[in-house]
């Protein structure tokens, strides 16, 4: 069974690999939108894909994936407790661990995603644990 699980890790990695090389995986980045969302009423700005570390963009496109994650806590819920995100009822965002190059522990930077997990049109970067947000914009 081991053995087996190993393959399957082996053949996912692989995969969101020659995504991240070839290109974001179809689906993995937000949907620009032309009217304010809730957040940038609140003071909210936005990240253009483009302007993500590259360990950032690899964290989409391992949600758009289903996984695997590199950490224990990454799909976790995220309970907004700061406010900083547009509210909605919990179970709603979900958080994943953005590499912090050098790092020894998960460092600060994390992307929050709101909505069934695996979508990630409505992603928050923040590069200060949760101190701020910006909503990811393609």
Known sequence: MARKWLRIKGVLTAAVTL???AGSVPGAVARDYAAPTDATAQGQGTV?????????????????AGGPYPYEKDGIVFGNRE????????GYYHEY???????????????VCGGPLQRTDNC???????????????
């Not at 406010?83 to 919990?90: C, I, N, Q, T």
């Not at 928050?124 to 393609?138: G, K």
């Open 19 to 21: 995504c991240v090389l």
């Open 83 to 90: 406010r900083l995100l547009p509210a909605h009822r919990r």
């Open 48 to 64: 253009a894909l483009a302007q993500l570390p590259r360990e950032a963009v690899n964290t989409l496109n391992l949600i758009a």
């Open 97 to 111: 661990t953005v590499p912090t190059p050098r790092a020894r522990n998960r460092g600060a930077r994390r992307i």
């Open 124 to 138: 928050y970067y923040s590069d200060d644990h949760y101190t701020s947000f910006n909503r990811i914009v393609e």
